[in-house]
């Protein structure tokens, strides 16, 4: 079994529409992050978190929200989608670093390939 | 903001050359420089990653070259197969050893058998 699942793998949606995608992963990381993918511009940090009760916002955070239900899922929403939101998103896990603090490797999930017309 | 380039955006190689994809950054804190390769309809995977206490490190036919002077790091893959055909990001991290990591915007590798 993958070690970070995320559902739904495609989703086609309306603007306006809330639209939530879930992440989960059995590593057993406290780190869990959520990236946007866009042709051409790389993985944008969305939001992240350290640890259950610890939420973050990063580069691109408007329009978006999260929510921590437990160290293994992490769930992004999108409260009221609008076209220049379509895009491939992945979840991603990290553990503990090496001494020094540098966090470890991040595994992201297959991705959600979203579509809002 | 950081900022990380990566250049070229698209390489295309003979099966057996090799390839290199380089990376600069701005963040002189930074201290952790990962590469990642993305096969098509999959998420990025780690594939070598090196940190600034070294200045080259090899795995097989994959290598990464760290110049902390100039802020820049390189990805040598030698040898190259057409199973290495993808598209490869580098990433820093930024705001201090703690920091979350920001990607290039990616190289799309093609390897013609």
């Known amino acids: 079994d993958a070690d970070v699942t995320q559902t739904p793998r495609n989703r086609i949606t309306k603007t306006g529409k809330r639209i939530m995608l879930e992440c989960s992963q059995t590593?057993?990381?406290?780190?869990m992050y959520w990236y946007r993918q866009d042709p051409g511009l790389g993985l944008q940090l969305i939001y992240y978190?350290?640890?259950?009760?610890?939420?973050n916002k990063g580069e691109i955070s408007d329009g978006y929200s999260v929510s921590r239900q437990a160290q293994a899922k992490f769930s992004l929403s999108l409260e009221s989608a609008i076209p220049n939101q379509t895009a491939l998103y992945f979840c991603a896990t990290s553990g503990p670093g090496l001494a020094g603090g540098i966090f470890g490797e991040q595994f992201f999930g297959p991705g959600t390939r979203l579509t809002v017309l | 903001g950081e900022n990380v380039e990566q250049h070229p955006s698209t390489l295309s190689v003979q099966e057996g050359d090799s390839a290199v994809i380089k990376c600069t950054y701005s963040d002189s804190a930074s201290n952790y420089f990962p590469w990642y390769k993305q096969e098509l309809g999959k998420g990025p995977q780690l594939i070598i990653d090196i940190r600034s206490n070294v200045g080259e490190k090899k795995d097989q036919r994959i290598a990464v070259t760290l110049n902390k002077t100039a802020k820049h790091f390189s990805l040598h893959i030698t040898e190259t197969q057409p199973e290495d055909s993808a598209v490869y990001f580098c990433a820093v991290n930024y705001g201090g050893s703690q920091g979350n990591l920001i990607f290039g915007k990616g190289t799309k590798l093609s390897v013609k058998p």
């Open positions: 978190s350290f640890d259950v009760k610890d939420i």
């Open positions: 590593k057993g990381h406290d780190r």
